[in-house]
C-alpha cells in the first residue's frame, strides 16, 4: 500500500511513523509552507503537482499531517481522487488495527462514530446543495438516516462501555482491599511501557517497534525479593495534538492513572532534549488534566542505546527544567532498575512497620501475611512473632483479621 504525504510543516516524522505503523510505503513527501486555510487546505499549484504526481504513480492515499475541516477533506479527496486521511483519521484507524478486547473495540467504534460527524453532516449539507458526492450510492435520504443510525450507535456504545466500566471498577477495589500498591506506567507512545511492564513483571505483553502497540491496559505484581505489593499498569501511550474526546475516548485506561498511589513517567532517552521536552510535557499535562495531585516518577528510558555523557547530560537538563529527580534506566537490559524501584517506594503513601504476635493455628494468617506485605523477620516459640512492612492501607486490615484471631500487633514506625 501507497501513499503520499501532505504538509504545511518541515517536520513529518511523527505522520511518517503513524503511516508506517498502520502498514503504508510512503512514496513522496509534500510539503507546501503556508497556513493551510484555504478551502483545499494547500494552494491551487500544489494541488496540480500532487494530482499529477498522484495520477502517474498510483497512490491510493494521502495523509495530511494536520487537522482537517470536514470541507477540506472533502475538496481534496474530490480534487485528487483518492482517500485523504489527516493525522487523527490515521490515529484512529491505528486504534482500529490495534484492538482486541472488547472494550477497546468498543472505544474505538465510539471514537470513529464522533470523528465521522462532522465529516457526514458536510456530506449532508453538500447534497442539499445539489452535488452528488457518491457517499453510499445515495442521496439526501440515505445520508440523514446514516446520521441518526450513527447517533443511536453511539449511545448504544456509551451504554455497554459503562457496564464495561463498572466491571472494572469492582476489580479495582477488590484490588485495593487486598492492600496492593497500584502503580501507573504512562508516557509518550513508544517509549517503552510495555517492556518496562514485561521487565518487571510476568506480564509477557506485545512490544513492537511501532506507534501505539498497547490499547488495553494490562495490570500485574511486580515480582521482587522486597515483596512491597505493588500493581503495576501499562496504559495507552499518550501523543501531542489529540483532541479531548479522543483522550477521553479510552478513558478506563486513563482511569487507571487517576486511582494510581504513584505513576512512572516514562521517556525515550534516545530522542533529541527538545522532542524530550516536548513528550514529557505532553504527557504531564494530560496526567494533570486527569489527577491533579499525583506522585510521579520521571524515568528516562532506552539507556542501552546512547553511550554514558549523553545520558547524562540530557539526564542534567531535564532535572533542571522538571526540577525532580529523573532515573535513567533500560527497560531491555534491567539497567539501574533498582534505583527505579527506591525512587517508586519513596514516592509511595507510607509504609508501616509492625510486629504482630499471633497464637500457633493462625497459619492460614501467616501465608496471607507473606503473600501481601513484605515479612521482615519470623520467630515461632509457643507463640508467633512476625515482623512486617506494609501500606496504611493494609496495617487497618491486619489489626482487624489479628483481632479476631486473638492476636496482637504493635506500630513500630512508619
Ligand atoms: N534498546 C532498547 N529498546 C527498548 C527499550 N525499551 C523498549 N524498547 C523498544 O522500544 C519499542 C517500543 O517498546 P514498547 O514497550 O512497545 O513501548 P510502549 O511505550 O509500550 O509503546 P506503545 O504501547 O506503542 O505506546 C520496542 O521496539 C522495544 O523493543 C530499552 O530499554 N532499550
Ligand atoms: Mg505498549
Known sequence: M???IISIKEDVQELLLLAKSLGYKIKKIFVQKREGT???YIGEGKLKEIKEYVCENNISIAFVNDSLRPSQWYNLEK???IIVYDRIRLILEIFASRAKRREAKLQVQLAKLR???PFVRELFHRIKEGERPGFLGGGEYVVADYYEMMKRQMKKIKEELRKIEEERALKRMARKERGFYLVSIAGYTNAGKSSLLNFLTDANVV???KLFSTLSTKTMRINRKDNIPILLTDTVGFIKDLPHWLIDAFHSTLEEIALADAIILLADITDDVETLKDKIFTALKEIYHIKRDTNIVVALNKIDLINDNEVDKKRRILEEILERRCIPISAKTGENMES??????????????LEIVLPNDANSFI???YENTDVIDFSSNGFTRIRVDCSERLREKIMGKCRKLG???RVLGY
Not at 527505579?340 to 512497620?353: A, D, F, G, V
Request: hydrophobic letters at 30%; one cysteine or more; charged letters at 25%.
Open 367 to 369: 501465608s496471607w501475611l
Open 2 to 4: 501507497e501513499g503520499i
Open 115 to 117: 470523528y465521522e460527524r
Open 340 to 353: 527505579l524501584l527506591n525512587e517508586l517506594y519513596k514516592n509511595l503513601p507510607k509504609i508501616s512497620h
Open 38 to 40: 484555504t478551502p483545499c
Open 407 to 409: 492476636g496482637e500487633v
Open 207 to 209: 512490544v513492537e517497534e
Open 79 to 81: 480534487n485528487l481522487g
